[in-house]
């Protein structure tokens, strides 16, 4: 049992709010898109107007990534969407984070930087253990409450998901109350289910696929985006240096050993793609893949025509999918296809559940609608989607009552 918004007397109380507003970020270091961000407006909105003091916490990107970066351009974004002023300070535990959060009037929100530029939050703890980091240690003493909204990273074990309320009385966010509610009961689901794993996320997919496979919730996997050509190559096909390269740099090439144990397990339950899009001349090149290597430099950057058929038909039979991570490369038009057609294919399926950040902006900007739930979450909705349970999740319901068990535990 979790507590809610409902159960938290807000007025005057100095509440850490953890959301998930991690977006994609255009060349210029602007917000590509702000869905995440308009996710926790409600919750946010809610706090404030019952005279919370709010401090947001939240990650943008993975180090290294291009992605990664401040939080500024979030808290202007944030400050237009709630219609009043929300600060930003550059800092998220030190002393100068600190006094920006006791400083805090009623019904003031300042947004705290990147969780993740500090090293311990990209690291993974069991509760107790988060408790005692840098971040949680320095910046729990400032919090009377932790509200938990970012339900899109509820699957990571991270300090600012799992530590807060170990030590600070912890509270679901609006978003993470709807996504459990509406996610937490995928045994109901008609069947026969289809998962749809594609994207670039490659080991967590992997993950997913094991474990629906051995619980025997997926009839079928289909295969797309990197995920798919990572399975390609176990499964013995030659994608090229460009493809493979890519797999390497992004550090998965261990992946297509764990790919080929699952296709030695399951095999008969996972579609891989029958072509591939490459660039060619500038343009789009489907090529099948007995007609594989691709040409010096060429990629697989979405799945081709002849799979999308076969895919939609698996998908005709279907009671329920579940898709994550675009098909291709969807920014490109000549690589949005795979994504568009897959993912209207999937909107005519029963039940349809479709999640993930990039899956998101992607639907947006393809107009593909009609789903029958569309998660915040991508990765963090296909591991509830597991029946697993998510380790921020699991953290809210052990929270401590009140402020004065951590004072006794630690
Ligand atoms: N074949 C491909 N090669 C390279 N990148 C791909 C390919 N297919 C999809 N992608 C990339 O995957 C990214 C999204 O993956 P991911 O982050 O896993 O999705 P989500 O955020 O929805 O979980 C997009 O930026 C897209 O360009
Ligand atoms: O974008 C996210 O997840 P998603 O890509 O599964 O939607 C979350 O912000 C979690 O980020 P992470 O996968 O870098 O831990």
Redesign the pocket.
Known sequence: MIDTLDDLDVEGTTVGVRVDINSPIADDGSLADDARLRAHVDTLSELLERSGRVAVLAHQGRPGGDDFGCLSPHADRLSDLLGRPVDYVDATFSQAAREAVQSLEDGDCVVLENTRFYSEEYMEFDPDRAARTQLVANLAPVLDAYVNDAFAAAHRSQPSLVGFPTVVPGYAGRVMESELDVLGSIEETPEPRIYVL????VPDSIDVAWSVLEKDLADHILTA??VA?VFLIADGVDLGDASSD?IYEQGYWDEIDRASDLLDAYGDRIALPRDVAVDRDDGRHELGVNALPPQEGE????IGSSTLAYYERLLEDAGTVIL????????DDRFELGTRRLYGAATDVPTSIVG????ASALRRLGVEGFSHVSTG??AALQMLTADQLPAVSALERTVDTASDRNDGH
Do not use: C, H, L, R
């Not at 990629?299 to 979405?302: S, T």
């Not at 994550?324 to 920014?331: I, M, Q, Y």
């Not at 993930?356 to 899956?359: K, N, Q, V, W, Y």
């Open positions: 594609g994207g670039a996320k985006g990197v050509n890519f990629a697989a950057m979405d994550n991570g675009p098909a291709g490369v969807f920014e993930g950040g990039d899956t991508g990765g």
